[in-house]
């Protein structure tokens, strides 16, 4: 596997408008079109308000597990929009259906802006209308919101000898706008993948990428990762019975991995990358869950933005938990140096670790001391930037 | 019952001194000692890293459910300070057991400030000899850390003709989340109550007092309320049958409630104070538990401090919840005004709304169209002087 400049796998053509959602002349308004009918996935916000793009996809999805593309507007959710929502939504699946000759049960749809805000269907169909089918790679840029940067990746690996690419792109940030919906995610494969396969793939790999970043803590009504495999490379049909599904699952994961870094990273108003690694957990979900409960806790998030070692707020922060801690073996390392061990305080160099902390990308590492599992979580500082950002008054 | 000035009930003797454990000459030992032996009960910290105060103080608490006196150190949390923090906090109850002629078993121990580092036994011997029995009522001033104020909250009532005084302290500030932040309460009363009362007491009153207030999520090492009753007042021993049973509730919930929102306006950085009123939850937990979600997200306290109207905030984080929800039945109203009937976003005037908003207290109201049950929560929002003091240097 290696990581290569960004393009569609074989088969794919897409296309970014500007179609009005957005003030300006922002690109709004991207699909994602396979030249065939692809086997597709999806995972989906647990919030109990779920946007109405993310139940009608769902549930086309869920019929046959099949896509032959995905629209996507930006600067509106079309979230606690109602029946009249839902209408939109399908009216899209309709509309976009219709341009490219096929059912609209095979047309995923994907929102994110305001919330409480009717979709303009004019706007819509303006936008659509001049949606093209060309080798454009903007749909990145079409998707994000207060995001500071597009997040994209694409690698090529070998499947029976056939060279596959997969291409993730997503939008991150944090809830905002009057609540912008936080995170869509998008990988499109040439492989050709058993639909039952890529959707236990999508399902078993989000729980260590994209479930384990936090910027604040608040789980969107919007959120969403669509998959589709359209078979363009000419392999076999990837099962996990494949010789070759291991590289496949390296491929597919490291891309959702590092699209969910991009994310974090990018968190509203941050200044640092964090890292968690928590390590001897007794098993996987306490693993997640520390990992989740550090990058996630106010006091560590500003402690890092201060540049400062109170490690103590580590200590809080896994004592919260349930999880089970050997309350004498464990350890802490922040920036590489070890604070914490067999539950004792080292002597530290506090002047050296502050000079650590000045750096933009933090790990900090935990061993619980009580079993073989191992989790890791990404996310942010938090910054006057998030407060302000998250403070202002917003139309 | 009628608020009255502060003062210690009958039978309760008190001081504080300035040992060293805080710079400068502040006031960081105090303790609160009664005539005779009082009946005593205690709530804790569910944090795994108890700090050595709350583990021995627990212990010594549930031998017999009796206290002489209780004595509380700031500046130091002895916490994370291994069985050396835990023989200093028994040698703390022997010292004063020993100056006051008593059992150390019947001397509770408090303690917060910075996590890491051994309490200076010498500092606590020097300040211990400087105590005096009086009716000092500084104690309160001199257990607060970064509270702005103290909290203290004094209630007279009649229990068979005769007065009751229910007296009430606490400290507060950061690391604040149900189950208790930095948060250490005291209660003492010279009604006689009987000991297994007053237990069941508390363990059931802190669940909607002290358990439903958050200031940033993060549950202390150190947190713990506990509560004398000595029987000065000479009335007949408290039991839930006693018939004026009700009169005690009242008046000792009363107290727990005012300093839990004395505690939660006061939140570190805190501009505003916020209260959620959660209605027609289907269960009690519900309730409890939406109404603490909302006061705790991010996304809605910085949203108060900017004084705006994001109500899609509220819908994502009681979204957010497993709780059982209407979703054609929600309500929301923000500062008096509502938003959102039967689901559906009401015609709002947005610039009143924004006015409304610049109040110092904040009243969000929530009807889940669920069931019966009603529950309340109380916070602050989030600033950027929350962000400063946590980013600050620390010693």
């Not at 969910?260 to 007794?282: P, Q, T, W």
């Amino acid at each position: 596997m290696k990581v290569i400049d960004f393009k569609w796998p074989n088969g794919f053509k897409s296309g970014a408008v500007h179609a009005g959602f957005k003030a300006g002349d922002q690109l709004d308004l991207s699909w994602l079109v396979s030249d065939t009918i692809s086997a597709a996935a999806g995972v989906y916000t647990k919030n109990q308000f779920q946007a109405a793009p993310v139940q009608v996809t769902k549930h086309t999805i869920n019929l046959v597990h099949q896509l032959k593309a995905i629209i996507i507007n930006s600067g509106n959710a079309n979230s606690f929009t109602g029946d009249q929502g839902i209408t939109n939504a399908h009216r899209e699946a309709e509309l976009v259906g219709k341009k490219l000759n096929v059912d609209p049960k095979l047309i995923g749809v994907a929102s994110t802006g305001i919330i409480g805000k009717q979709l303009d269907m004019t706007t819509f169909t303006d936008g659509l209308d001049q949606l093209t089918l060309s080798d454009s790679i903007d749909a990145p840029e079409a998707i994000i919101t207060t995001d500071t940067t597009s997040k994209k990746v694409c690698v090529e690996t070998q499947i029976d000898g056939h060279p596959v690419t997969v291409t993730g792109f997503a939008k991150g940030s944090g809830m905002i706008h009057p609540n912008m919906g936080t995170t869509l995610g998008f990988i499109a494969t040439d492989a050709a993948v058993d639909k039952d396969t890529l959707q236990q793939l999508l399902s078993a790999k989000i729980v260590n990428s994209f479930n384990q970043i936090t910027v604040d803590g608040c789980m969107s009504t919007n959120d969403m990762v669509l998959t589709m495999a359209n078979g363009a490379a000419g392999n076999q049909t990837i099962t996990a019975s494949h010789p070759e599904y291991a590289q496949f699952v390296d491929a597919f994961t490291y891309v959702l991995t590092s699209l969910a870094k991009m994310v974090a990273k990018d968190g509203e108003g941050s200044s640092k990358f964090v890292e968690v690694d928590v390590h001897h957990a007794a098993n996987q979900a306490d693993a997640n869950h520390v990992a989740r409960a550090i990058v996630g806790s106010n006091l560590i998030k500003a402690m890092l933005f201060g540049e400062d070692a109170n490690w103590g707020r580590v200590v809080q922060a896994l004592g919260q938990t349930d999880a089970q801690i050997n309350l004498t073996g464990l350890a802490i390392s922040i920036a590489g140096v070890q604070i914490i061990k067999n539950s004792q305080l080292q002597p530290v160099n506090m002047d050296a670790l502050r000079k650590l902390l000045g750096q933009d990308h933090i790990l900090i590492e935990v061993d619980l001391g009580s079993g073989d599992f191992s989790g890791v979580a990404w996310g942010c500082d938090l910054t006057y930037k998030y407060v302000e950002i998250n403070a202002a008054y917003e139309e």
